[in-house]
């Protein structure tokens, strides 16, 4: 479990106490609850992590709501959307085994995030990986809900494929950008878990000298 949500359910449990204490304990149910909710909510299952090489994993648990594909400075790349719902584990995990080479904090709005343009107005945050599968950029975008978006690495740490990186509370979204000409494996409308499904098959683009200074960070 997250230890937000220790947090949370214990300070509810307390509310709890103190409104059974002072009120009518019937009353006590409503913080119980949110205290149950809270402590489901910020559930951190174990996940088994693919070792294929250019596997790049989902980020998060949700439902693939896009894949499309556009330009950026002459070189095309793909994009997969996941909506994540307030029933989803909301626990964040790197696609890719690689290095951070930059993170960017934007703000924006708070809008749906299973919007298409909520990619490029909501906040959210902006990491680029090197990787052995190119270029790959995850974007924790937050929502109607999400107010806070926590990214728990900094720029130059290694990261392993399917490892906690951080979380988005509440409803959000997370994409997941990287080169074109990967073989595709999900389909708008896929429920997806976070560090263990595969997304696409990446072809490895890196030099050996890059390959090496991933080794070597770690």
């Known amino acids: 479990m997250v230890r937000d949500g220790i947090y949370y359910g214990l300070a509810l449990i307390v509310v709890a106490a ?103 107005t909501n906040e959210q945050n902006i990491v680029t990986i090197r990787s052995d599968a190119g270029r790959v950029v995850m974007k924790q975008i937050a929502g109607l809900l999400a107010r806070r978006i926590v990214f728990t690495k900094k720029i130059g740490d290694a990261l392993e494929r399917g490892e906690r990186v951080g979380l988005i509370k509440f409803g959000s979204r997370t994409d997941v950008i990287f080169p074109a000409g990967a073989d595709m494996k999900v389909r708008v409308g896929d429920h997806v878990k976070g560090g263990s499904t595969v997304l696409a098959i990446a072809h490895p683009v890196l030099h050996a000298a890059q390959l090496r200074d991933v080794a070597e960070v770690r």
């Not at 997969?80 to 703000?107: A, C, E, T, W």
Request: net charge negative.
């Open 18 to 120: 103190l409104v059974a204490w002072l009120t009518i304990p019937a009353l006590a149910a409503f913080p119980l609850l949110l205290a149950a909710f809270f402590l489901w909510f910020f559930r951190d299952p174990e996940r088994s992590i693919p070792a294929v090489q250019g596997a790049v994993v989902s980020p998060a648990d949700g439902k693939v709501t896009d894949i499309s594909s556009f330009d950026e400075h002459g070189e095309t790349r793909i994009r997969i959307s996941i909506f994540l719902s307030v029933f989803d584990v909301h626990v964040n995990r790197s696609p890719v085994r690689g290095v951070i080479d930059h993170i960017h904090y934007q703000k924006g709005q708070f809008r749906n995030a299973i919007v298409a343009d909520s990619a490029d």
